[in-house]
């Protein structure tokens, strides 16, 4: 019953930037942290960036500085404002709902030429 929807991505050239959004159904969205990971082929999915319901966020050491999350109550949704992107960046982005079972988006992929 809960569904993501990623969207945002795109090619883009080492430097570039690019905002991801996530667009939530079936859940009081606003009462929940969001998280936002990757996946490149190949690799474990990680934690790229999470925002709690009051605002706090963390980084995954390799975008800090470079990526940042927040949050639009009103509007279900949550975004990665993703700057200075790197090769290394390109993989599918996907966003889930914290401490909430649910099945992963479609996801939205990124690809960072050099």
């Known amino acids: 019953q809960v569904q993501l929807v990623e969207s945002g991505g795109g090619l883009v050239q080492s430097g570039g930037s690019l905002r991801l959004s996530c667009v939530t159904s079936g859940i009081a969205f606003h009462i929940y942290a969001m998280g936002w990971y990757r996946q490149a082929p190949g690799k474990q999915r990680e934690l790229v960036a999470q925002?709690?319901?009051?605002?706090?966020?963390i980084y995954a050491d390799s975008v800090k500085g470079r990526f940042e999350v927040s949050r639009d109550n009103a509007k279900n949704t949550v975004y990665l404002q993703m700057n200075s992107l790197k090769p290394e960046d390109t993989a599918v982005y996907f966003c889930?709902?914290?401490?909430?079972?649910?099945?992963w988006g479609q996801g939205t992929q990124v690809t960072v030429s050099s």
């Open positions: 925002i709690s319901r009051g605002g706090n966020t």
């Open positions: 889930r709902t914290e401490g909430v079972r649910h099945t």
